[in-house]
């Protein structure tokens, strides 16, 4: 599966964009796609992820501003990110496993296996 992620930009605070992550070789639909983000100096951290079954996950710190959705006539997932922070900067990774990992998986970006390039999003205050 290769992944092109897309979407970043310079935002102002409180506002918002949406991030695209397009799936090619495979169809996104078997699979568990993951949004992780790396700030400058810090490690990496999961942000969300959209299971293959539907389901959703969320870190704490982006709950209620974050959504994350699947289009698979696309082949694409999307972060939907509303409210924007400062401390949301930072360049934000999809990535892909196959299947639906267990939720404390999910958080690990050791669980999956594709991943694709960064694209940095930078909130302005």
């Known amino acids: 599966v290769q992944l092109q992620a897309s979407g970043g930009g310079l935002v102002q605070v409180g506002g918002s964009l949406r991030l695209s992550c397009t799936a090619s070789?495979?169809?996104?639909?078997?699979?568990?796609a993951g949004w992780f983000r790396q700030a400058p100096g810090k490690e990496r951290e999961f942000v969300a992820a959209?299971?293959?079954?539907?389901?959703?996950s969320y870190a704490g710190s982006v709950k209620g501003r974050y959504s994350v959705s699947r289009d698979n006539a696309k082949n694409t997932v999307y972060l939907q990110m509303n409210s924007l922070k400062p401390e949301d900067t930072a360049v934000y990774h999809c990535?892909?496993?196959?299947?639906?990992?267990?939720?404390?998986?999910?958080?690990?970006?050791?669980?999956?296996?594709?991943w694709g390039q960064g694209t940095l999003v930078t909130v302005s205050s």
């Open positions: 990535a892909a496993v196959s299947g639906r990992p267990i939720t404390s998986m999910l958080f690990s970006s050791q669980t999956y296996d594709y």
């Open positions: 070789g495979r169809t996104f639909s078997g699979y568990t």
């Open positions: 959209f299971r293959s079954d539907g389901s959703t």
